[in-house]
Nanobody, 121 residues
Framework: QVQLVESGGGLVQPGGSLRLSCAAS????????MSWYQQASGKQRELVAT???????TYAEAVKGRFTISRDNAKNTVYLQMNSLKPEDTAVYYC???????????????WGQGTQVTVSS
């Protein structure tokens, strides 16, 4: 089994910063893409940023220039540095990873439990 555990959410004022972390553990042969999604209340889950195994990063237009995704392969961890936060960034943030648990099976998608980010004065 593979587990993703997120941390770092909380309440922050507009213009502030937060750093989210997501650590993968368990049976892991190889991790491919690692991503962050956000889901605001009453809305669908949306992709925020992706860091591929090859080192390519992509971002949703709404967060470009404000959020930075990074990755530590030695620690099986992905981070999301969020700066210049806005009230519209308020959401539950989920970590997603494409993981190959063993050499004998193909990769599968895994999700973290989510961490709440609230941007409010």
């Amino acid at each position: 089994q593979v587990q993703l555990v997120e941390s770092g959410g909380g309440l922050v004022q507009p213009g502030g910063s937060l750093r989210l972390s997501c650590a993968a553990s368990g049976s892991i042969f190889r991790i491919y893409d690692m991503s962050w999604y956000q889901q605001a209340s009453g809305k669908q889950r949306e992709l925020v940023a992706t860091f591929t195994r090859g080192g390519v990063t992509t971002y949703a237009e709404a967060v470009k220039g404000r959020f930075t995704i990074s990755r530590d392969n030695a620690k099986n961890t992905v981070y999301l540095q969020m700066n210049s936060l806005k009230p519209e960034d308020t959401a539950v943030y989920y970590c997603n990873a494409e993981v190959r648990a063993t050499i004998y099976i193909g990769p599968a998608d895994y999700w973290g439990q989510g961490t709440q980010v609230t941007v409010s004065s």
